[in-house]
């Protein structure tokens, strides 16, 4: 496990070590925590000293998947009748399955020790006994958020993708369905933008998918590919998860649509239940329920989420090359790249790959041209899958050159698809969150200042043209 602390307002999401632990099984008590909580009592209470300036230090989220967030908090399993954290719901049993089937449960209280309701800390049909993350200033319920990547991709996505593949019997969308679904997106292999490090596999491989790629099939290519293969109700059921994550992943659309995306959910859910059967509506189905209100503390789920913890971990793995003295080699690893990276950002650009090949506008004194430039997070390049963007106004675009005038301003060279509208009208027209059908790029070149474009988009192509998503994932 690794935590990081992070300012609210994040801007560095980069997980660093604060420490590493190993043997040969999972620890069997909380003692390893030990010195974390030492140090962060510490931290809390006297802050740090940075070039002369006192900084407070508070934790922000511990984040984690269902099993360690138990473990760690000394509370029931995910498989226990009050194991729910956010709310105070009891599980029932049904076709030997535990189950959650109430959606508005009262909440539990935010149960921490320096507030008035330390008394729920003594609840033992939740809590097991004693957590050292109770020494700390922070909310047992509130500060332990859901996770998206274990709660909606690897748990609600790869289920849908089991209810369709194996069983139950009626909800299974067939061999030739399968093949045609599968071919889609294989397709998408190089429509995908940089970004993506996982290509589409087929579906008949699901269940070694990885949780990128369950979150890819969730946000882009499942909307794309799914449309008029599979059956409307389970095409439907799907979309309501997709537009409620869309929403919640959004950093322009969470804080005026959360309680929207919270009641898609609440509709998926129940419909989960009448489609697949209410045997399924278990812990991450349940989970769903509370995701929204996470957003109204933490911004977008992206921000709260284990997927650079994951990817941080893979790493940590690579390092370890042979099976002797694991830790001094991850440790090794880790100052070898710290001196790289310093190497490598200060030889970074914003604009690469420069060419004199055009098109050029004859209105722009150009005075070099490129074909890649770095855009926030994200790479714009002049290339089939990395040249979509959405520019302020709205409108979607495909770069053809990226062009440095003679005053040194930076400027796209696009052109515009003339027609543009809603991929699916339910549960409302895709094209309030961002999601379109796009067809009839126009032959006329346009340019604009670099500095307006807003986004990038996934282009997927489709029956009669592209489908058109903006990227989330960071
Ligand atoms: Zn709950």
């Not at 800390?121 to 922070?138: A, I, R």
Request: hydrophobic letters at 40%; one cysteine or more; glycine letters at 6%.
């Amino acid at each position: 496990m690794i935590e990081c602390f992070e300012n609210r307002v994040q801007t560095n999401r980069d997980p660093f070590v604060i420490g590493i632990y190993f043997g040969n099984q999972k620890p069997n008590n909380l003692d390893f925590l030990q010195d974390f909580v030492n140090e962060v009592r510490l931290l809390e209470r006297d802050g740090v000293l940075y070039q002369g300036t006192a900084i407070s230090v508070a934790l922000s989220a511990v984040v984690c998947d269902a099993p360690a967030r138990a473990f760690i908090r000394s509370s029931k399993g995910h498989t226990g009748f009050f194991s729910c954290h956010k709310c105070q719901q009891k599980g029932v049993t049904y076709q030997g399955r535990m189950t959650f089937p109430e959606s508005d449960a009262p909440a539990r209280s935010p149960a921490r020790l320096d507030s008035e309701t330390f008394d729920e800390l003594n609840d033992d049909q939740h809590f097991n006994g004693f957590s050292p993350f109770t020494l700390l200033s922070v909310g047992m319920v509130t500060q332990f958020p859901h996770d998206y990547m274990h709660v909606v991709c690897l748990g609600v996505v790869r289920k849908l993708l089991y209810f369709w593949m194996r069983k139950p019997l009626h909800t299974r969308i067939g061999t030739a369905v399968i093949k045609e679904v599968s071919a889609e997106l294989l397709k998408y292999h190089s429509y995908l933008p940089t970004e993506f490090n996982r290509k589409p596999r087929a579906l008949s491989d699901f269940e070694r998918w990885k949780a990128t790629e369950l979150r890819s099939f969730l946000l882009y290519t499942g909307p794309a590919c799914l449309k008029g293969r599979v059956p409307t109700s389970i095409y439907d059921n799907f979309i309501l998860l997709s537009v409620a994550m869309t929403i919640l992943l959004s950093v322009n659309l969470v804080e005026n649509k959360a309680d929207y995306a919270h009641s898609l959910l609440m509709a998926f859910v129940n419909h989960c239940s009448k489609l697949y059967g209410r045997e399924y509506i278990g812990y991450n189905m349940h989970a769903l329920l509370h995701l929204s209100e996470e957003t109204k503390k933490y911004g977008v789920l992206d921000n709260i989420s284990c997927f650079p913890f994951e990817n941080f971990l893979g790493q940590l793995k690579k390092m370890i090359r042979k099976p002797n003295k694991p830790l001094e080699q991850v440790i090794r690893r880790l100052s070898e790249r710290q001196l790289k990276s310093n190497v490598y950002l200060r030889m970074e650009s914003n604009l690469t790959m420069e060419h004199v090949s055009g098109p050029v506008p004859p209105e722009l004194s150009v005075v070099r041209q490129f074909r890649r430039m770095t855009v926030q997070t994200f790479i714009i390049q002049v290339s089939t899958s990395n040249s979509c963007v959405e520019l302020s106004g709205g409108k979607i675009v495909v770069v053809e050159n990226i062009i440095v005038d003679n005053t040194g301003e930076a400027y796209v060279v696009f052109r515009a698809f003339q027609k543009v509208c809603s991929l699916y009208q339910y549960p409302l027209p895709s094209s309030e969150v961002g999601i379109y059908h796009l067809s009839a790029l126009t032959s006329q070149l346009h340019y604009t200042l670099a500095a307006n474009i807003k986004r990038k988009y996934v282009l997927l192509p489709i029956k009669d043209g592209f489908a058109g998503l903006p990227m989330l994932h960071q």
